[in-house]
Nanobody, 122 residues
Framework: QVQLVESGGGLVQTGGSLRLSCVLSGGTFGSYDMSWFRQAPGKEQEFVAIIDQRGISTAYSNSIKGRFTISRDNAKNTVYLQMDKLKPEDTAVYYC???????????????WGKGTLVTVSS
């Protein structure tokens, strides 16, 4: 059974950086497009970034474009989200997701991690 485990969340000051990691087990990592979503308190889930199976194509939400970078290492079954120039509005639980189709819609994801909390202080 496919499992996704995120790590790397924490408390950071405005303007700081964090790198999130997500490890996939129980499946063939290279067969999935990998995505990051986030959900802030009291708000709906929001797409953040996606990377294709080979790590060649990426797409980002406009709210984080130019500040966040998604990447993957298929040899390590891991997808990353480098977050720079963090803002208080980036505070949220960040989830990684695996899907078999290129989509920025959460309902099209096949598997989800349990999330990691990112808190950006002002």
């Amino acid at each position: 059974q496919v499992q996704l485990v995120e790590s790397g969340g924490g408390l950071v000051q405005t303007g700081g950086s964090l790198r999130l990691s997500c490890v996939l087990s129980g499946g063939t990592f290279g067969s999935y497009d990998m995505s990051w979503f986030r959900q802030a308190p009291g708000k709906e889930q929001e797409f953040v970034a996606i990377i294709d199976q080979r790590g060649i194509s990426t797409a980002y939400s406009n709210s984080i474009k130019g500040r966040f970078t998604i990447s993957r290492d298929n040899a390590k079954n891991t997808v990353y989200l480098q977050m720079d120039k963090l803002k208080p509005e980036d505070t949220a639980v960040y989830y990684c997701a695996a899907g078999t189709t290129w989509s920025i819609t959460g309902r099209n994801m096949s598997y989800w991690g349990k999330g990691t909390l990112v808190t950006v202080s002002s």
